[in-house]
């Protein structure tokens, strides 16, 4: 059971999950009588579950790319997923009419714990990668 809450590939999607069931639970237990304050806390969270995710598919799912090109991709990504961020924070704002301050806190502490969760379980993805592609 151990093994589970830190191997790379099962750890992230487990502690992932569990932090939006933790978002969830705050928008639910909020003071704010707002349902669009509570809204804009999943909303917020998220934003920043799907750039975390699909940054840790994209680590995952590169297996046998060059370093060179693998540094590329990941970057490119990167880029991509902050402008699909900011779109969907701004149509949040534009649109779904969240309140600014609430969507933004929310997606920017999400966003520091998935960064967090990223450093424990994709650090040792990449090392692993970088060793074997200079051993190759």
């Not at 699909?54 to 046998?64: A, D, E, I």
């Not at 969240?98 to 994709?122: G, K, M, R």
């Amino acid at each position: 059971m151990t093994r589970f809450f830190h191997d790379e590939a099962k750890g992230f999607p487990f502690w992932s999950a569990l932090l939006l069931m933790v978002l969830a639970l705050t928008a639910w237990l909020m003071p704010e009588k707002d349902p669009l304050a509570r809204l804009a806390v999943i909303y917020g969270g998220l934003i920043s579950a799907a750039i975390s995710f699909s940054g840790f598919v994209l680590v995952v799912r590169s297996t046998g790319i060059d370093a060179k090109n693998f540094i590329k991709l990941f970057l490119g990504g990167m880029i991509a997923r902050l402008g699909v961020a900011l779109a969907a924070l701004a149509a949040g704002i534009a649109l779904l009419e969240f309140p600014v301050a609430v969507l933004i806190i929310s997606c920017l502490a999400s966003y520091f714990v998935f960064t967090l969760l990223e450093y424990i379980f994709l650090l040792p993805l990449l090392t692993e990668k970088l060793r074997q592609d200079a051993h190759d």
